[in-house]
């Protein structure tokens, strides 16, 4: 993961965040690389980088701009905008303070424990 400031475009990273996924263990044979496909949302509709993707194996499926909802990407978008939401409700998380990377990820890395921890505690 990369930590890039507030004020810059979610778009300049997609090829940075495609080529850090890492392999998928535990499935026999060679393991996975990359996905089969990226969901994206209208941020994303452009056409340098749908080639950008494409050219990587993967196929894009954006949302085009001015083309009415349908194409189903709200399904899959809302557990990362929920997850951000619960990331948000900490409220050292919500507005950065600190200028190193590596407490406001050690920051990052205790808030995600905690709400593991307590859907864990529902379940049990």
């Known amino acids: ?15 940075p965040l495609l080529a850090k996924i890492p392999s ?11 996905p089969d496909t990226l969901l994206a949302d209208r941020g994303y509709d452009h056409d340098k980088y ?3 993707v494409w050219a990587q194996g993967i196929k894009p499926v954006i949302a085009r701009r001015g083309v009415p909802h349908g194409s189903g ?10 997850t951000i939401a619960w990331l948000h409700g900490f409220r050292r998380l919500r507005v950065r303070w600190e200028r190193r990377d590596d407490i406001h990820e050690a920051f990052l890395g205790l808030a995600t424990c905690l709400i593991t921890h307590r859907h864990v505690q529902r379940l049990c």
Not at 1 to 15: A, I, K
Not at 24 to 34: H, Q, S, T
Not at 73 to 82: D, Q, S, T
């Open 24 to 34: 998928v263990a535990g499935l026999v044979g060679r393991p996975r690389r990359r």
């Open 50 to 52: 749908r080639r950008l």
């Open 1 to 15: 993961m990369s930590l890039t400031g507030g004020n810059r475009n979610d778009v300049t990273q997609l090829m």
């Open 73 to 82: 990407l709200g399904v899959h978008r809302w557990v990362v905008e929920r």
